[in-house]
């Protein structure tokens, strides 16, 4: 069974920092593509940060653009998100996700982990 665990979350003042882990036991790891996706309450659900599984090329939300860095470590099977400048807005569950064909639409999803950015 697929099991995709985040970690990390928490409370934040604004303009602090939160890195988020997601330990992932796929077998074959660096062949999914991996990303964070955010639900703030009412909102839908969008992609934040997302990372390729050959090149490991990233691609950003523009409002987290230069604040959030997605990375991957392929011998750990591990996706990290580093987040810095947090602001109130960025408060939401982010959640780790991994696609075999493109990460707009996962295969396999976690549980969600809860970021609070206060003011």
């Known amino acids: 069974q697929v099991q995709l665990v985040e970690s990390g979350g928490g409370l934040v003042q604004a303009g602090g920092s939160l890195r988020l882990s997601c330990a992932a036991s796929?077998?074959?790891?660096?062949?999914?593509?991996m990303g964070w996706f955010r639900q703030a309450p009412g909102k839908d659900r969008e992609l934040v940060a997302a990372?390729?599984?050959?090149?490991?090329?990233?691609d950003y939300e523009d409002s987290v653009k230069g604040r959030f860095t997605i990375s991957r470590d392929n011998a750990k099977n591990t996706v990290y998100l580093q987040m810095n400048s947090l602001k109130p807005e960025d408060t939401a569950v982010y959640y780790c996700?991994?696609?075999?064909?493109?990460?707009?639409?996962?295969?396999?999803w976690g549980q969600g982990t809860q970021v609070t950015v206060s003011s």
């Open positions: 990372v390729g599984r050959i090149d490991g090329s990233t």
């Open positions: 996700a991994a696609a075999w064909r493109t990460i707009s639409s996962p295969t396999f």
């Open positions: 796929l077998r074959t790891f660096s062949s999914y593509h």
